[in-house]
């Protein structure tokens, strides 16, 4: 199993520009997240999702969207980068939101937005 | 709001054990206790989870206080790579609406001294 994936590793983006965050997991988990980390702080959630086709808000989600066609499948999409979305981001999936699974995480993107 | 309190650093020698404490005084009975780990420029890991019962697996142990409202994460010989920032969650029992995303505080940075 290749777990958890992320492309791409590293991006710029310049203000206004719009790009997809790719996240991609090989477990059939159903569900997935994702978060953002800015500088010395822990992550915050932007979206999850529980199942295709079902999504929902997190902490943080102005400036993102996303969709889940598939169970493998989870982009973010950044509609018009700024600046103060500059931050690592991190996708992870669980097989399900219980608690008694754990969640794994990608390796993330480290975004930069000038 | 995070649920939990973690000191914001501690320090460890290596090849001693380390306890890493946990509050969460307002859990619910239907609340696991989540630990994860978040090594330098990478995402982060999971290490271990409970609900009421003292765990343990190949990476560490987790002793959860009778009344539930602490826990802690005992590493039981540290090495220079166990050095990373320690998350504790609560991630409630079942899928459906929001309690079941894992909600990340500060952590606690643990450095280990050779």
């Known amino acids: 199993n290749a777990g958890v994936t992320q492309t791409p590793k590293f991006q710029v983006l310049k203000t206004g520009q719009s790009m997809t965050l790719q996240c991609a997991q090989d477990m059939n988990h159903e569900y997935m997240s994702w978060y953002r980390q800015d500088p010395g702080m822990g992550l915050r959630l932007i979206h999850y999702s529980v199942g295709a086709g079902i999504t929902d808000q997190g902490e943080v989600p102005n400036g993102y969207n996303v969709s889940r066609s598939t169970t493998e499948d989870f982009p973010l999409r950044l509609l018009s980068a700024a600046p103060s979305q500059t931050s690592v981001y991190f996708c992870?999936?669980?097989?399900?939101?219980?608690?008694?699974?754990?969640?794994?995480f990608g390796p993330g993107t480290r975004l930069t937005v000038t | 709001d995070a649920k939990t309190t973690q000191p914001n650093s501690m320090e460890s020698n290596e090849e001693e054990p380390v306890h890493l404490p946990c509050n969460h005084s307002t859990i619910s009975g239907t609340d696991y206790i989540h630990w994860y780990r978040q090594l330098p420029s990478q995402g982060p890991e999971y290490v271990i989870h409970g609900l009421t019962s003292n765990v343990n697996n190949r990476m560490a142990s987790l002793a959860i206080a009778e009344d539930r409202k602490s826990s802690t994460l005992i590493l039981h010989r540290a090495t220079l790579r166990d050095a990373a920032v320690y998350y504790c969650?609560?991630?409630?029992?079942?899928?459906?609406?929001?309690?079941?995303?894992?909600?990340f505080g500060k952590g606690t940075k643990l450095s280990v001294k050779p």
């Open positions: 969650i609560l991630r409630y029992s079942r899928s459906g609406g929001s309690q079941g995303n894992l909600i």
């Open positions: 992870a999936s669980s097989y399900s939101q219980g608690g008694v699974y754990e969640q794994y």
